[in-house]
């Protein structure tokens, strides 16, 4: 699950990481409330206006109605609104969006960290995720801050550095010394770094991320360290534990198929293929996927339904399947081991009658419990239905429905 910057940065706070204070504000009548309440906790006198959207370059990107870009300075109150009104309500197109864009529904206003001084400041990148091939978390850090991270490792990969942590012992000391050190930091900037390399570990830990970014960590005028920026994935399959951070889930920022599929409990995952894939089991899934590559076709979606597959869901399947223009068949492949093979061919016939008017081909394949049963029904359901047994009358059927 995304998090919008604001959001990452409550969590880094509350784990002792120093950040750049905002305010978020959600209409043009807050603007001005905002903005004085965040001068009177910070003394800020200018402000950073920062589009909320769930995507990367913001700074780079441009809202198609007015030419503003998705991060802004104020230099004063009195341009404030100004500069929210060329952001708030608009669409934001950077190089992580289509040419749409996002509409920003959200944006920051954020203390100007770089005052009084701007020319002794520094910015750093920073990172936290895990090494899937050793299974360790690392650090990847870099004095390049602000800039496209792929850029400095395409161009100066000696830039990067990274420190790997055992999550059986957790980050120590000399690790965190060792970070400021390769920055170049000394005094008491160095001492500000220990600690805030520190916090944002068990920040990571805490909440069960699955990354966090900050870029840039700056150290500004008077050496002390903060997060100006934070992009924070939390683990979805963590979230039962984390209740508060389930809460600031914005779906408006995902795609209305995913959050349809969540909202039934299906495991879906959209991809760029023709064929619709209904399963149960991830394994089976993949499968299934091999299956309708090896018939010539490519899979246009993982979709696993779970261990129960009755009309309902089946239904809910169906439906966001056919979402999909690019869908010209869907193969389902059930084993019932769980669920008997015979109310999950009720179910398919059921789902297929309440939606009506299916004008792709859809092969069911079911084996387990009472599958000869369920064979029977599928062929006598009168409807766009084909059975198959084996594997490879289902891989001949797509070949022939669906990719022929």
Not at 210 to 220: A, C, G, R, T
Not at 296 to 325: H, M, S, Y
Not at 328 to 334: D, E, P, Q, T
Request: net charge negative; hydrophobic share 40%.
């Amino acid at each position: 699950m995304n998090l919008h910057e604001y959001q990452g940065k409550e969590i880094l706070k509350s784990y002792g990481v120093p950040i750049q204070e905002g305010i978020v504000v959600d209409n043009l009548d807050n603007v001005e409330s905002a903005a004085k309440e965040l001068s009177a906790n910070t003394g800020t006198e200018w402000y950073v206006v920062k589009a909320q959207i769930h995507a990367g370059g913001r700074g780079k990107g441009t809202c198609e109605e007015t030419g503003s870009n998705g991060v802004v300075i104020s230099k004063g109150l009195g341009e404030l609104k100004g500069k929210v009104d060329g952001i708030l309500g608009k669409h934001l197109v950077t190089l992580q969006t289509n040419g749409v864009g996002k509409k920003v529904n959200k944006v920051l206003i954020a203390e100007d960290v770089y005052a009084p001084d701007f020319d002794k400041c520094e910015e750093y990148y920073m990172s936290v995720l895990l090494n899937r091939e050793t299974g360790r978390n690392v650090i990847m850090y870099s004095t390049e801050g602000g800039m496209d991270i792929e850029k400095v490792a395409e161009e100066t990969p000696h830039l990067i550095f990274k420190e790997e942590i055992d999550p059986k012992v957790g980050i120590q000391g000399f690790q965190c010394r060792k970070i400021a050190f390769n920055l170049g930091l000394s005094g008491t900037a160095f001492k500000n770094m220990t600690k805030f390399v520190a916090n944002l570990y068990k920040a990571y830990e805490g909440c069960d991320a699955s990354m966090f970014e900050i870029n840039p960590v700056l150290k500004d005028c008077e050496d002390r360290i903060k997060a100006v920026d934070a992009k924070v994935t939390l683990d979805d399959n963590a979230l039962f534990r984390h209740p508060e951070y389930e809460a600031m889930r914005d779906t408006s920022e995902e795609n209305p198929i995913d959050v349809e599929a969540k909202e039934a409990g299906l495991n879906y995952v959209k991809l760029d293929g023709n064929v619709g894939c209904m399963v149960n089991g991830a394994g089976l899934a993949m499968s299934t996927m091999d299956i309708i590559k090896l018939s010539g076709g490519e899979p246009a979606n993982f979709l696993d339904v779970g261990g129960t597959a009755d009309a309902d869901r089946v239904a809910k399947a169906f439906n966001i399947i056919l979402k999909d223009e690019n869908v010209k068949g869907i193969l389902v492949n059930i084993f019932g081991g769980i669920v008997r093979c015979d109310r999950v061919a009720n179910g398919v016939v059921q789902a297929y009658k309440s939606i009506g008017n299916i004008q792709v081909p859809i092969i069911v394949r079911l084996q387990g419990t009472n599958a000869v049963e369920a064979k029977e029904i599928i062929d006598n359901s009168g409807l766009n239905v084909f059975s198959a047994i084996t594997l490879q009358d289902a891989a001949d059927r797509v070949k022939d429905l669906i990719v022929n």
